[in-house]
T-cell receptor, first 117, second 110 residues
């Protein structure tokens, strides 16, 4: 597809379980971002991948959160031992390398709605 | 840590009214973007402003970047129900990462 895709679109899990959220960025986009959005609120930055550089993990809220990006393309956000406060929409975005344009446009996927019971 | 404050947080108006949304920070940004998000979807870029004092127009939407590049505003003229959504500003300190604002939820009633 032409856009950013995320899966699953919805995920309901029990407290204490682990979840994996997947993001497929736009082909050729070397930058990939994960954000968390609580109901109707702004976006909270989680983690940023840019090419082969070390990821910027400064936004991860706890060590239960981790993310990988394999082969510079698909990314997986993992939340271990989920808590009810982890319930939110998790958004992924990708963009062109910053060297190509001065300010980048981030293209967002539709998000994964996570509900922890 | 949120560095961009938007106001108002919520706005409910009638079709045909004008409105302004503000985005403020104590930090200087290299550029600032505005996104709109509709329910069940990811945010979509509306505009990017780069130069202090810059004004950009997109049909009935007017965007302005403050002279000091610390703030921005979005003005909508003659709002329509199709303008309903969550409006997000996002500032860039460099070309690598955006800091998103707290969001303004707009509801336009017919």
């Amino acid at each position: 597809g032409a856009g950013v895709s995320q899966s699953p679109s919805n995920k309901v899990t029990e407290k204490g379980k682990d979840v994996e959220l997947r993001c497929d960025p736009i082909s050729g986009h070397t930058a990939l971002y994960w954000y968390r959005q609580s109901l109707g609120q702004g976006l909270e930055f989680l983690i940023y991948f840019q090419g082969n550089s070390a990821p910027d993990k400064s936004g991860l809220p706890s060590d239960r959160f981790s993310a990988e990006r394999t082969g510079g393309s698909v990314s997986t956000l993992t939340i271990q031992r989920t808590q009810q406060e982890d319930s939110a929409v998790y958004l992924c975005a990708s963009s062109l390398p910053p060297l190509i344009q001065r300010t980048e446009t981030q293209y967002f996927g539709p998000g994964t709605r996570l509900l922890v019971l | 840590t949120q560095l961009l404050e938007q106001s108002p947080q919520f706005l409910s108006i009638q079709e045909g009214e004008n409105l302004t949304v503000y985005c403020n920070s104590s930090s200087v940004f290299s550029s600032l973007q505005w996104y709109r998000q509709e329910p069940g979807e990811g945010p979509v870029l509306l505009v990017t402003v780069v130069t202090g004092g810059e004004v950009k127009k997109l049909k009935r939407l007017t965007f302005q970047f403050g002279d000091a590049r610390k703030d921005s505003s979005l003005h909508i003229t003659a709002a329509q129900p199709g303008d309903t959504g969550l409006y997000l500003c996002a500032g860039a300190y460099n070309t690598d990462k955006l800091i998103f604002g707290t969001g303004t939820r707009l509801q336009v009633f017919p």
